[in-house]
């Protein structure tokens, strides 16, 4: 994992210093709230509909186990006792008063973590594969590049007041578990013509009121040139980007109205000048991140075990979790564990305190003693031994943290929506809830297979719901909460945005209404192993709006 | 006339506050049904109140919502305010053991 150095601990403790004063000055009435209202979002802090709500960045979704204790003690000292891991790599304590947040940030600073452009018009958190060193299917970490970019787009003074927020992620497998495509820059590491890796660049993806998919402006740049072609593209954006509008200030309106080709002209025009500069990759500079994420000293094992084997076929219980939850890992003898968020006894993507403590002892028990948040809100231990999966499970069950549910009906994204967020129109967390409640029967989640019900609580689409499978939209119809369902959309390496079915339904009606949309998927598919999207994209919308408006 | 009422976030603890005018007398309350409504003809003095509690930095935005008249007292007019005055709808997270900040702090102010 990455280290701080001195210079990083020194900059960190000065703006959370610089932060208290401002807080101080704020309450003693000599900041207003507009003053003040700056200086706050660029610390991550927010005013929700009940409270202030504090975002923590979680650097490419990358924890150890005792950044993770921190994050339960201030869960537990200043907040409810939970927090809530959002689908970009970050955490959202709902409830901390202004007077403490100094406090938080200094716990947070002491443990290498902060809230730094986690709000405001600049680069956000970058996001990254959960899996990122461990999966089988990976071309290079990417973890050593995510970190290069946490380093060159921290504080960087030309990039802090763009035309609006800035989201950036890598993926380095073939799978794309960071949703890649709907990022402002997606980077995914590939191999190039001479068997040497570079990144396939795209740009402009979004979601929010206009969603679009990332177009894809080089098919191939070599790594050293990273920083200084996203230096190009943000620099291009910061000087086109619409700040008069502020729907159309997003970089993938740029992208659009320009037009891609000439987008790529820019955006080369602009690197050609930079392209030598200080920002170009040295060698010796990338091997110094890289020797930060060094595989672990993993024991030599092989890849059976014999009370694993005897488990899967004589508990059931165990067995089914082991289906869903688990994933092989490039190392023979281990296995990646999903930790679901996603139980019917809390929101999607809450953990209470206790929660996360224990998460970290068993992070130190079983897997090194790091955790990974993902997109879809779970949690990920990375270097689980074979012989000891039966041991965590049981612990994982007792902590209601082992549904076995990974990436399937009920493991569903959600927003806070109007329970929570002041932009909403809608709830999302109690139609989670309803189709949890619904689809608890195993059999049933396992017949359907891989499937992804995202939800949104307005149309700034925080829950990813165009990019689900089947997306939720809560809207505000004359005071009535209703909601809107789109179909056939993914955020994997196969990105699509869904299509708006029909008219919207009602509160006590989406739920039948989603029952009935994977009935016809039932009903139509052409062999079990045919997904919902496969069947979707084969028939097209007729038979979904039929059962559903028919 | 729909009846009215000023509510806001406390400066200092973020959380919901209700605008109360006895006697002449402000306080901020995290009860809806404490607040003082009037018709929007007759919002003068609890907008001066609420106004100056903001310049006092006691409370931020302040605005003001549509309530109804229910057997309990004042109910917030639409499904947000609603949820604004009483919380999420639905149990929050807890673990058992857990001590943390009680729902009194909410009536700090
Ligand atoms: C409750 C406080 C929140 C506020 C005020 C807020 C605000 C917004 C707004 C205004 C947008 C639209 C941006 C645009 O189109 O330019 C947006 C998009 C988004 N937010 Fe949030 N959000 C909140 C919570 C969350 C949470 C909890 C998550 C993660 C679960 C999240 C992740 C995202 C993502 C992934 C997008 C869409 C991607 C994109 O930027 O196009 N936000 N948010
Ligand atoms: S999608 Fe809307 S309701 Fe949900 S968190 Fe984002 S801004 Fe709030």
Redesign the pocket.
Known sequence: MYQYSEQDHQLLLERVEQFRGQVQRRLSGQLSEDEFKQQRLRNGL?L??HAY?L?VAIPYGLLSAEQMRTLAHIARKYDKGYG?????Q?I?YNWPQLEDVPDILDDLAAVEMHAIQT?GNCIRNTTSDPLAGVARDEIEDPRPYCELIRQWSTFHPEFNFLP??F?IAVSGAIGDRA?VA???IGLRLVEGPEGENGFEIYVG???????MIGKLIRPFLPKEDMLTYLEAILRVYNQLGRRDN??K??I?ILVHETGEEKFRELVEEEWQKIKATGLYLREQDVERIKGFFKDPDYETLPDTDAEFENQLLSNPEFARWADKNIELHKQSGYRVVYLSLKSANQPP?DVTADQMDAVADLADKYSLGQIRTTHR?NLVLSDVKLQDLPALWQELKALDLATPNYNHVTDI????GLD?????TARSIPISKAITDRFDDYDFVNDLGDVSINISG???????HHVANIGILGVNKKGEEVYQLTLGGSAREDASIGKIIGPAFDADQIVDAIGDVLNVYLENREEPEETFLATYRRLGQDPFKERLYG | MALQVYTASLLKEGLVAYLSLKDGVPSWTADIREATADTADRLDSLKAAAESAEQDNIVVAPYVIDVLETENGWKAATKREQIRAEGPSFALPQDSSTAHRSDESRRAA
């Open positions: 927010y929700q509909l709500m975002r809530h891991f959002s689908t970009r970050n959202q709000s609006r927020k989201k949703a709907v990022h402002d993806g979004g979601l929010g009121r206009t969603p502020l729907y200030a997003r993938k993507g809100q994204i959600s927003c806070p929570y967020c002041a932009l909403a307005c149309i700034n689409a925080c829950g990813h």
